[in-house]
C-alpha cells in the first residue's frame, strides 16, 4: 500500500520520537505538542497496522516493527533533508532552522556579541539554542551541532576553533579580600572559602595550576558548590568566595573593580570554544554561516 501525505508527515514525527526516546523532547525539536505526536502516532500505528514503540510512564522504546521501519526510512529522510537544505545555494537569503547545544559561557562570551548582526544579515533563519554545561549526544537528542571548550569535544567529531584559547584565573571580590586577605600561592586556597565547579559530567572541578611551566590542580574546599557561571558571578560579587572562570568572563568586573584577580602567576590556558558536528550529516548552510560570522568577528579572537 503507498504511503499517503499523511504517512509522510507521520513518519517524520516517528523519527523524531525514535532520535529522542521522549515526546516532548520529540515535539521541541518538530515544533508539534507532545499530545500532538502521541495523537498522530497513533494514528499511523493504526493505519500500518502494528505498534511501532513500547510506551511506558519512564520510557520509550521502539518494538521489533518500529525498528524495522527506522531502518528502512532512517536514510532516505536524511537524504530528502539534505536535498533542501542544498537549495540554499539557490535562494536569494539563506533560510532555515538550526538547533545548536551550547556550553552557557559560550552563549554570553561568544554567541552574544555575534547574533545582533547574524539576525540582521540573515533574517529567515531561525536558530534554537540550547545552553546547559551538561554533555549531551548532540546527534541523539536532534541537534545540529554544539559548541563546548576544546579539550571537551567528543573525538568521533568534526570540530572547527572558533576562539583563541582562554586564560584561567581566580577572581573575588574587595569586601572578601579585606576579611581573608590574599592568597600568594595555590596551595593557601585550602585555607579561602572557595566557589567549586560541578562540570556537566557531575564531578567537581579540581582548579589548574601552571607553575614553571608545568601545570597541576589543586582541589579546593567548597562549601557552595555551583554548575553555572553566572551564579557563581552573584557569589562573588557579593563577596561569599573565590571563583575560577576564563578571564574574558570576569574582564567586565575587574575594569569596573568589582572584582579583583589573585594568583595571576600561576594562571594557566587551556583550549578556546569549537563548534562540533558529526560527520555524517551535511553542514546546514545556516550553521556554516554562522561560523563564518563568528571567524569574521572574533569576539574573543582567533
Known sequence: MPASR???ADFTYFLAIARHANFRL??????????????????????????????????VTLTA??????????????????AVESLNLYRGAPAGRIRINVVADAVTLLLGPVLPTFAERYPDIELDIVATNRMVDIVGEGFDAGIRYGGTVPEDMIAQRLSADLRWVVAGAPA?????????EPDELR??????????????????????????????????????????????L?????????????APY???????LVLRDFATSGPGFHLYYSSRRQVPTALRLL????????????
Open 176 to 184: 572578601y579580600f579585606e576579611r581573608h586577605g590574599i592568597p600568594t
Open 6 to 8: 499523511s504517512d509522510v
Open 291 to 302: 561560523a563564518d560570522l563568528i571567524r569574521e568577528m572574533q569576539p574573543l579572537g582567533l
Open 65 to 82: 516493527a518500529g525498528e524495522q521501519l527506522h531502518a528502512a526510512i532512517s536514510k532516505p529522510f536524511e537524504a530528502i533533508g539534505d
Open 254 to 260: 575587574l575594569a569596573a573593580g568589582s572584582l579583583q
Open 238 to 250: 557579593g563577596g561569599v568566595g573565590l571563583m575560577y572562570a576564563t578571564e574574558p568572563l570576569v
Open 26 to 59: 520529540a515535539g521541541l525539536e518538530v515544533g508539534v505538542s507532545a499530545s500532538g505526536l502521541s495523537h498522530a502516532l497513533k494514528g499511523l500505528e493504526t493505519r500500518l497496522g502494528v505498534r511501532l514503540f513500547n510506551r511506558t510512564n519512564r520510557s
Open 191 to 236: 585555607d579561602h572559602c572557595c566557589l567549586g565547579v560541578r562540570l556537566g559530567n557531575g564531578s567537581i572541578y579540581r582548579w589548574e595550576f601552571e607553575r614553571e611551566g608545568t601545570e597541576f590542580a589543586v582541589a579546593v574546599p567548597s562549601r557552595i558548590t555551583l554548575n553555572e557561571t553566572s551564579a557563581m558571578l552573584v557569589m562573588a
